[in-house]
């Protein structure tokens, strides 16, 4: 008979079900972001929660979203390590990304505003995809998955400071590519 904490108590499951399952987007697209590879951001997701699960008894943190993220990042960064160990090679998961509607999607009224509007959702794509990752890491859990300071500076291991001053030198790094995008647009 299992017993309380054990790995087979369907109490457990649950619990870790409910509170968990509901940031799996966030984590998802975050994945997505850091490793730029929709195969690859799949199988971190599942490492990511396959270690919550096991380390579920003994979590005690204040939000889930931040400790899921947190161990995201850990994963991704085992992930840089191994393919800095290997020999590169050449993904383009580019037209897989753009494929993928906007997660702002609204009705058009003509095909001339979706085509604009799908050129400038591919740019800002291009864009943030294009940061330094510390920025664009600190840029995607603020602006895409809504974290607070404090939730991020947990997440990635630095003070509410540095985390404030990435967003900024992120957003100014962003306005000046996106301006200097549409000049070059012109």
């Known amino acids: 008979m299992p017993t309380r904490g054990s790995h087979d ?8 079900r409910d509170a968990a399952l ?7 697209t975050l994945a997505r972001y850091l490793l730029r590879n929709a195969a690859d951001a799949e199988d971190a ?6 270690r919550a699960l096991k380390h579920f008894d003994g979590y005690r943190g204040p939000a889930m979203k931040p400790w899921l993220f947190a161990i995201l990042r850990n994963v991704c960064h085992a992930e840089y390590a191994r393919r800095a160990a290997q020999p590169a090679a050449a993904v383009d ?4 990304g753009a494929e993928q509607a906007p ?4 009705e058009q009224e003509t095909p001339e505003a979706q ?5 400038d959702a591919a740019a800002i794509r291009r864009l943030v995809d ?6 664009r890491e600190t840029f995607v859990l603020r602006e895409i998955n809504n974290l607070s300071y ?3 500076a947990a997440a990635v291991g630095a003070p509410v400071g540095t985390v404030m001053s990435r967003l900024a030198r992120a957003r100014a790094m962003l306005r000046s590519a996106w301006m200097a995008d549409q000049e070059q647009a012109r």
Request: negative net charge; proline residues 7%.
């Open 103 to 106: 997660l702002w999607h609204e």
């Open 115 to 119: 085509i604009l509007k799908d050129r």
């Open 9 to 16: 108590d369907p109490d457990r499951a649950r619990r870790f």
């Open 45 to 50: 997701v599942q490492e990511c929660y396959l």
């Open 93 to 96: 998961d580019a037209a897989e």
């Open 22 to 28: 509901p940031y799996l987007d966030d984590v998802c």
């Open 150 to 152: 404090r939730e991020i």
């Open 130 to 135: 294009a940061l330094a990752e510390p920025f």
